[in-house]
């Protein structure tokens, strides 16, 4: 599912990430960002039934004292589960889903999937 980590950029201001799909060869690309204060966009939008090639930022360094920098993508009801290691992005592969939400979360760190910035949802749209 992981097709690599990259190292993320010195510079992370806090340039807006693209929300909107691009799309190529069926698969749906958007971008998130995971920090210690959550996910940015907290939610997602795509449409039903395409893949998503999800590029996931991770900007925090390794000596945060809970987790170690590292985060978590997790979509139970889609069999996605991903660590991403501190200062890199990678780029995940969501398969194709029917229309519905999906809920999803970081567990690995900041309080875990119990603190309400480290949920979001996938909202898939037909």
Partial sequence: MEIGPSPVPSSTGSAALPA?????AGAVDLVMRIDMAGFTPPDLDAPADRPIRLRIVNPDNSHHSDGGGVHGFTVPSLG?????PPLTSMVITIPAAP????AFYCDTCCGGKENPSM???LRMRA
């Fill in 20 to 24: 909107t799909p691009a799309t190529s």
């Fill in 119 to 121: 949920n979001g949802t």
């Fill in 80 to 84: 996605v589960d991903v660590k991403v």
């Fill in 99 to 102: 229309a519905g939400e999906y």
